[in-house]
C-alpha cells in the first residue's frame, strides 16, 4: 500500500522569507508524487509532479519540489513566500501498480503567510 | 479550454429531496472523477469514469448514483442523503486513466443536507 504524510497541519512563514512545506512518502514501486494547492471554496490547482529525472522539479507561481530517495521526501518549497501563497497544500502519490492509477492524497498543510 | 466546471456552486436539500450535481470539461480528457471533501480534509475518490464507462467505485453508498452521458459530462445523482454527506463535491479530468498526468479540478459544489 502507498501512502504520503504531511508532517505540519501548520506552517507559518512572514513574506519574503523562504517557505518549505513538508511530504513524506511510502510507495512499493516507482514513486510518482504530485502537490496540489486550494484556496478557500475552491477546486485544487496542480503545481508540480515528480516522475522521474531531475530531482528538482520546478512548477507553477515559483514553487519548485526536492525529491529525495533515501529520505523518501518530496518537500515543496519557494524561495520568497507571498501573502497571496496562503492555502492548503496537498502532497499526494499515484499507485500505477494497478489499472486505475488512483491518486492517494496526504492530510494536507494549511501555509499562512503573514505581511 | 482548460477548464473544469461545476454547477450548482452551492445546493441546500432535504433527506427527502432529489437533486443533481453537473461537471463538463472540453479538454478532450476521458477520465473523470467524483471526490468528496471535507473541511480542511483531504478529497476522498467516489467515482471514476473511462471512455463513458464506470471504472471505480469506491464502495459509495447507492444513494449516490453516478452517470456520464457522454465524455464531457459528468453527473451525481442525489436522493435520500444524510446530513453527514454534507460536504464539497469535486469534479476532475485527466486525459486517460492510470496514466501520470495531474487531473484538473472543478471549484466544486458545496451541498448541506438538512
Known amino acids: 500500500a502507498q501512502s504520503v504524510a504531511q508532517p505540519e497541519d501548520q506552517v507559518n512563514v512572514a513574506e519574503g522569507n523562504p517557505l518549505t512545506v513538508k511530504c513524506t512518502y511510502s510507495?512499493?514501486?516507482?514513486?510518482?508524487l504530485f502537490w496540489y494547492v486550494q484556496y478557500p471554496n475552491r477546486g485544487l490547482q496542480f503545481l508540480l509532479k515528480?516522475?522521474?529525472?531531475?530531482?528538482l522539479v520546478k512548477g507553477s507561481y515559483g514553487f519548485e519540489a526536492e525529491f529525495n530517495k533515501s529520505q523518501t521526501s518530496f518537500h515543496l518549497k519557494k524561495p520568497s513566500a507571498l501573502v497571496s501563497d496562503s492555502a492548503l497544500y496537498f502532497c499526494?502519490?499515484?499507485?500505477?501498480?494497478?489499472?486505475?492509477?488512483?491518486?492517494?492524497f496526504g492530510d494536507g498543510t494549511t501555509l499562512t503567510v503573514k505581511p | 479550454d482548460t477548464e473544469v466546471t461545476q454547477t450548482p456552486k452551492h445546493l441546500v436539500m432535504g433527506m427527502t429531496n432529489k437533486k443533481s450535481l453537473k461537471c463538463e470539461q472540453h479538454?478532450?480528457?476521458?477520465?473523470m472523477y467524483w471526490y468528496k471533501q471535507k473541511a480542511k480534509k483531504p478529497p476522498e475518490l467516489m467515482f471514476v469514469?473511462?471512455?463513458?464507462?464506470?471504472?471505480i467505485n469506491e464502495s459509495v453508498p447507492s444513494r449516490f448514483s453516478p452517470e456520464c452521458p457522454n465524455s464531457s459530462l459528468l453527473n451525481l445523482h442525489l436522493h435520500a442523503l444524510q446530513p453527514e454527506d454534507s460536504a464539497l463535491y469535486l469534479c476532475?479530468?485527466?486525459?486517460?486513466?492510470?496514466?501520470?498526468?495531474?487531473?484538473?479540478f472543478g471549484p466544486g459544489t458545496r451541498l448541506t443536507v438538512l
Open positions: 476532475a479530468s485527466s486525459p486517460t486513466i492510470g496514466d501520470l498526468n495531474e487531473q484538473f
Open positions: 510507495v512499493s514501486g516507482n514513486p510518482y
Open positions: 515528480y516522475i522521474t529525472g531531475d530531482n
Open positions: 499526494a502519490v499515484r499507485d500505477m501498480s494497478g489499472y486505475a492509477g488512483k491518486s492517494t
Open positions: 479538454m478532450g480528457h476521458r477520465a
Open positions: 469514469y473511462s471512455y463513458e464507462k464506470l471504472s
